[in-house]
């Protein structure tokens, strides 16, 4: 299949109050075209009492199997002053496509805490640029990300 691209996207001056999700970029494995994702910055958000702060997610398992991983290749990734609480205890999960694994990917001036504590972070097939205050990676076992209901109000990139 002939690939595509999204490009050049920008989400600034946000609050998120009280979601599931702050800010999600999602594929799924065995997609089946070959689509590039570039250029993408997420700044200057406050977040409260979310649930899943910052996500990359190349594995989500609602649709399909992780047979084959997915070929969206995600390059270029801020996330840049980014404060406030999460509902729970990883607020940073970062899990690439070990078929096409992230690159470019930057976590700058990252200000979460779950119950009063500093954020953590989880990463597979990415090796961020931390800068400023942000959490440093702990390698991700299999991690199946937000199963089963509706998402609202969050801000979701599925491709």
Do not use: Y
């Not at 990359?56 to 991983?69: G, H």
């Not at 930057?106 to 779950?114: Q, Y």
């Amino acid at each position: 299949m002939i690939g595509c691209s999204v490009e050049g996207f920008i989400v600034k001056n946000f609050i998120i109050d009280n979601t599931d999700n702050g800010v999600r970029i999602k594929s799924w494995p065995g997609t089946l075209r070959v689509t590039t994702v570039i250029d993408m910055h997420f700044e200057d958000i406050i977040m409260k009492n979310v649930k899943n702060l910052i996500i990359i997610d190349q594995e989500s398992m609602d649709r399909c199997t992780k047979e084959t991983p997915s070929k969206v290749k995600i390059s270029k990734v801020t996330f840049k002053n980014i404060r406030g609480t999460s509902g729970t205890a990883e607020e940073v999960i970062l899990l690439c496509s070990s078929g096409v694994p992230c690159d470019g990917v930057e976590l700058s001036d990252i200000d979460l805490t779950f119950n009063g504590a500093p954020a953590t972070a989880k990463c597979a097939n990415v090796k961020p640029t931390v800068t400023g205050k942000a959490p440093t990676c702990a390698a991700a076992q299999s991690l199946r990300l937000l199963q089963g209901s509706p998402l609202a109000k969050e801000i979701v990139f599925l491709l």
